[in-house]
């Protein structure tokens, strides 16, 4: 596609539901990132793919927080047992080099926990 | 990790106003780049800018790497510039995560 696709585009979770976010980069693009965006913050690195090998999940929150990318293309980014404080903004971003980032980022999935 | 700050954190302009918003790192950056998210959230990429100065129509970068701090100009301001500037940097090349400031929240009044 053109851009970045991430669905869905709101997401409503009852708390202790597991979620799953998707994220469609652009085509070709080896490298794809999740980040987290709280209200009024920026933006916060979660992890990194290249390819299919998840090469840095440093700032995955907490183990509840799983990321894949099984064939280097499409990713999901799975939240089990969703509490209020994962209510955010999640963000996809991929790019075509592995040696410097200026990539291209979806609109973002607004997951709110209630 | 890197801290990035950003000021001010908050701008409100009149249409055509000047504006240069700034962007302290608290180490040294080789990736280096700053970002306007529109009211609908998406985060469009201004510049990679790690070093030197770049211009694109009215908004121009200024990176001083020595002295850990970049700059973001935007001259003859439009309604269209609102919305939050985020500078993001990181230590290594493009497989590293970067690390965004806080923003600052633009908005340009008619």
């Known amino acids: 596609g053109a851009g970045v696709s991430q669905s869905p585009r709101y997401k409503v979770a009852k708390r202790g539901q597991d979620v799953a976010l998707r994220c469609d980069p652009i085509?070709?693009?080896?490298?794809l990132f999740w980040y987290q965006q709280a209200l009024g913050q920026g933006p916060e690195f979660l992890t990194y793919f290249q390819n299919e090998a998840q090469l840095d999940k440093s700032g995955l929150p907490s183990d509840r927080f799983f990321a894949e990318r099984p064939e280097g293309s499409v990713s999901t980014l799975k939240i089990q047992r969703t509490q209020q404080e994962d209510s955010a903004v999640y963000l996809c971003a991929s790019s075509f080099s592995v040696t410097f980032f200026t990539g291209t980022f979806g609109s973002g999935t607004r997951l709110t926990v209630v | 990790g890197i801290q990035v700050e950003q000021s001010p954190p908050d701008l409100i302009l009149q249409e055509g106003a000047n504006s240069t918003l700034r962007c302290n790192f608290s180490d040294s950056v080789n990736n280096l780049q700053w970002f306007h998210q529109n009211p609908w959230g998406q985060l469009i990429n201004l510049f990679y800018?790690?070093?030197g100065t770049k211009q694109n129509g009215r908004l121009s970068a200024t990176t001083v790497a020595t002295e850990r701090y970049s700059l973001l100009y935007i001259s003859s301001s439009q309604t269209t510039d609102s919305g939050v500037y985020f500078c993001?940097?990181?230590?290594?090349?493009?497989?590293?995560?970067?690390?965004f400031g806080k923003g600052t929240h633009l908005i340009i009044q008619p």
């Open positions: 993001a940097g990181g230590s290594g090349g493009g497989a590293d995560g970067l690390t």
């Open positions: 085509s070709g693009h080896v490298s």
């Open positions: 800018i790690p070093s």
